[in-house]
């Protein structure tokens, strides 16, 4: 279909929570950032994991590791959306998935290895230039 395209930035939110996720940049990588009450964080090239699932790109970015505490990442699952490339974007609604991994000295403590927050981010979907 002429004139569309697939988009490659993402501009999300969910009350706290803001998250932008360009897929290239002029320097050619994907860059992600993350925005929250408490921290906000920039991501570059190898510091972005992307899987290729059944349920889209799982894009993933380590927000914090506190030694003998844990390690807190971010995962957003990002569908393949068409644009138009003149357009101002098309509006999306994605999960995005806060994993907590408690992590001690002594080796895992008891319990769930991995606790999970899911929120849902709305924003739009759009092709720019880069």
Same mark, same amino acid.
């Given at each position: ?6 988009a ?21 990588g994907?860059?992600f950032?993350?925005?929250d009450?408490q ?12 899987e ?7 894009? +993933? #970015? @380590?927000?914090? %590791?506190?030694?003998?505490e844990?390690?807190v990442?971010?995962? *957003?699952?990002?569908?393949? $959306?068409?644009?138009?490339?003149q ?10 998935? +806060? #994993? @907590?991994?408690? %992590? ?5 403590p008891?319990g769930?290895? *991995?606790?999970?927050?899911? $929120?849902n981010?709305?924003g739009?979907?759009q092709?720019?230039?880069?």
């Open positions: 279909m002429e004139g569309y395209t697939q490659n930035l993402f501009e999300l939110s969910s009350g706290a929570i803001h998250v932008t996720y360009s897929t290239t940049n002029i320097l050619g994907p860059m950032s993350y925005r009450n921290l906000s964080r920039s991501f570059r090239g190898e510091d972005i994991r992307i290729d699932t059944a349920l889209g790109q799982v894009v +993933t #970015v @380590t927000l914090e %590791t506190i030694r003998d844990r390690t990442s971010f995962s *957003l699952i990002v569908p393949i $959306v068409t644009v138009m490339r357009s101002s974007g098309t509006r999306i609604k994605v999960p995005g998935i +806060t #994993v @907590t991994a408690p %992590t001690m000295i002594a080796g895992p008891p769930p290895q *991995l606790l999970y927050s899911v $929120v981010l709305r739009t979907a092709f720019v230039v880069s």
